[in-house]
């Protein structure tokens, strides 16, 4: 089965680029990448997604490992308001979500 | 309309009650899906309705009934819940199930259940 891996917590400064990691080594050809996060007392928010190539949008980067077995969600300049569990989610071709533990982003200022 | 509204935000509960969960959207979504999430946990899918159909159902508990009134109408009917039920419970919605993968969910806010 399906999983992606990332880790527990990260840390980064005020007004710094954060890169936060995704492994899904096991993920099948059809299967796009999402991240989400959710910040305190609310439901996930959806950042970006992505299936073979690099995506940007206004609220973050999505770079995507030429093997797919990675992934990297970056940040360009985080802010106190980008503190949040950031979920990497592999969505299957059917309704099926596979949610990563998440990454808790505790931004210093 | 961005938005799902979920009502209401807080409910306690004794495991004798019966109490219902409400999820509004009018994005014209044709896919909604309750979620269970505990603490520290990534949340948990328990039912998904497409074209207000019942279309998946994650072997969840009979003493939770999902129901779909209309296409932008989602309850979640508790019954004799237990305290290990006790979680947020989030309601989506995509514009359609089997598509979710491109077009991604918009959440709720959720409801945070007690059951004492």
């Known amino acids: 089965d399906a999983k992606t891996t990332q880790p527990n917590s990260m840390e980064s400064n005020e007004e710094e680029p954060v890169h936060l990691p995704c492994n899904h080594s096991?993920?099948?050809?059809?299967?796009?990448i999402h991240w989400y996060r959710q910040l305190p007392s609310q439901g996930p928010e959806y950042v970006i997604h992505?299936?073979?190539?690099?995506v940007n949008n206004r609220m973050a980067s999505l770079a995507i490992a030429e093997d797919r077995k990675s992934s990297t969600l970056i940040l360009h300049r985080a802010t106190l308001r980008d503190a949040a569990v950031y979920y990497c989610?592999?969505?299957?071709?059917?309704?099926?979500?596979?949610w990563g533990a998440g990454t808790k982003l505790i931004i210093k200022p | 309309d961005t938005e799902v509204t979920q009502t209401p935000k807080h409910l306690v509960m004794g495991m004798t009650n019966k109490k219902s969960l409400k999820c509004e959207q009018h994005?014209?979504?044709?896919?909604m899906y309750w979620y269970k999430q505990k603490a520290k946990k990534p949340p948990e899918l328990m039912f998904v309705?497409?074209?207000?159909?019942?279309?998946i159902n994650e072997s969840v508990p009979s003493r939770f009934s999902p129901e779909c009134p209309n296409s932008s109408l989602l309850n979640l009917h508790l019954h004799a819940l237990q305290p290990e039920d006790s979680a947020l419970y989030l309601c989506?919605?995509?514009?359609?199930?089997?598509?979710?993968?491109?077009?991604?969910?918009?959440f709720g806010s959720g409801t945070r259940l007690t059951v004492v």
């Open positions: 989506a919605s995509s514009h359609r199930a089997l598509t979710g993968q491109k077009n991604g969910y918009t």
């Open positions: 994005m014209g979504h044709r896919a």
């Open positions: 309705y497409s074209y207000e159909k019942l279309s």
């Open positions: 096991t993920i099948s050809g059809t299967d796009y």
């Open positions: 992505g299936l073979t190539s690099n």
């Open positions: 989610i592999l969505m299957a071709s059917n309704y099926q979500l596979i």
